[in-house]
């Protein structure tokens, strides 16, 4: 007999009560138990994902703002947020394209301009960002589904290090937000595309989790 079906078993069941009253694991629970609670290891004190480089923030950010790129398990970065990019033979110009129909949480369009300006915010409290930015030429709105980043000389890493999920991450948000000082708190937080949203949030508050209407996973409001 395996220790699962152990488990399951009345002899199992009669053995741990008499060692003591334990719980059988989850694993050995009804089908029926359908519900997965979460204890994260620290209280969500502070929700900006770029100001705070805690993971605590990073996996809430990771849940209502989306990014450029993601990596995959075998650490390749792959698209997200963009349809295509162009990278010159000499490595020094990249030309990104948003797939269309990005939308933020609060309905407004996902632009160019959202991308550019959350870049620069990144940038500004990431190494892998500040180094492209030691090299940087410009980072230009092409037009609303276009930008471009001309370098002084090439990054290789450069998809790497815009999908990387070591904090922080490249997330974007509206450029209203992204606009916000990189060393201070933002003070609002409208997701995009993500499996929450978030349309009011305090650092002191506790975030409480209902279905978003437009995505398959929940919302977070506060």
Not at 4 to 17: D, E, H, I, Y
Not at 48 to 65: E, F, K, M, Q, T
Not at 128 to 157: C, H, T
Request: glycine share 6%; aromatic share 8%; net charge positive.
């Amino acid at each position: 007999m395996d220790r699962r079906t152990f488990l399951k078993s009345a002899v199992g069941a009669g053995a741990l009560a008499a060692a003591g009253g334990l719980a059988t694991p989850a694993i050995s629970q009804r089908p029926a138990a359908r519900t997965l609670r979460l204890v994260p290891h620290a209280d969500l004190a502070n929700f900006d994902p770029i100001w705070n480089a805690a993971y605590i923030a990073r996996n809430a950010g990771l849940l209502v703002w989306d990014m450029l790129y993601g990596i995959d398990n075998t650490l390749t970065p792959r698209r997200q947020m963009i349809e295509a990019e162009e990278v010159s033979a000499d490595g020094l110009t990249w030309a990104f394209r948003l797939r269309p129909g990005l939308k933020f949480h609060d309905g407004e369009m996902v632009r160019a301009s959202d991308a550019v300006a959350s870049i620069n915010r990144w940038a500004a409290r990431d190494q892998m960002g500040q180094m492209i930015k030691a090299i940087e030429n410009e980072l230009v709105v092409i037009d609303d589904r276009s930008f471009r980043w001309s370098l002084k000389k090439p990054y290789p890493k450069m998809l790497l290090a815009l999908g990387k999920y070591g904090a922080p991450c490249c997330f974007v948000m509206p450029a209203r937000i992204a606009a916000t000082d990189p060393f201070r708190q933002i003070g609002e937080y409208v997701g995009c595309r993500a499996p929450r949203q978030c349309s009011r949030n305090s650092p002191t508050t506790r975030p409480d989790r209902s279905r978003h209407p437009g995505s398959p996973a929940a919302r977070i409001l506060s």
